[in-house]
């Protein structure tokens, strides 16, 4: 059962990286077009606010990814030293942390999106855009790295207490780790 969850998240961060990737991609286009209006004499003008929000947004929801592609970047040097159940103890206390610290900051990022809600603020730029259009995908992109560390977390620890320790392994452990001579 826990393989078939970690199948579907999988499934589900794909779809939302191409999504991701289209709109880093539209965005790179954007400015490339103004860069070349800037040599003709013309410019859209907000190109970089509007990258660095586009960036932030797909950080954000990018990272549930790079988790589940296990492309995030860990210290394993006692790690790589341990027996199977000692590298199962060292993935469960990482993914631990990373959910406890991905958890902590999507709480974090809720009282910035309330208070532009509130506030109905809009950025201190030309464009004045609202921040809600900007924040809400970001904290989203949080919330879903938060669900999809648990989620991850529960079945990694149901395969380890099941003595499915590959399994657990190719959940939450290191990519491209080789063993030492």
């Known amino acids: 059962m826990e393989e078939n969850v970690m199948v579907t998240l999988r499934k589900w961060n794909r779809w939302i990286a191409i999504g991701a990737g289209i709109v880093l991609l539209g965005c790179a286009i954007i400015v490339l077009l103004d860069i070349f209006l800037r040599r003709v004499g013309s410019s859209f003008g907000g190109t970089d606010e509007i990258s660095g929000y586009v960036m932030a947004i797909a950080t954000?929801?990018?990272?549930?990814f790079t988790l589940l592609e296990l492309g995030h970047v860990r210290i394993d040097v006692m790690r790589a030293r341990s027996g199977q159940t000692g590298r199962?103890?060292?993935d469960l206390f990482a993914m631990t942390m990373?959910?406890?610290t991905v958890t902590l900051i999507a709480i974090k990022c809720w009282p910035v999106l309330s208070?532009?809600?509130i506030n109905s603020s809009r950025?201190?730029?030309p464009?004045?855009?609202p921040l809600i259009l900007v924040q809400t995908p970001w904290f989203l992109g949080w919330v879903w790295f938060a669900f999809v560390s648990w989620v991850t977390l529960i079945c990694a620890t149901s395969m380890v207490l099941r003595g499915n320790f590959e399994s657990s392994?190719?959940?939450i452990g290191c990519f491209g780790e080789k063993e030492p001579t």
């Open 115 to 117: 208070r532009s809600i």
């Open 98 to 100: 990373m959910a406890v």
């Open 169 to 171: 392994e190719a959940a």
């Open 127 to 129: 464009l004045e855009i």
């Open 60 to 64: 954000a929801w990018g990272m549930a």
């Open 123 to 125: 950025s201190n730029t």
């Open 88 to 90: 199962s103890v060292f």
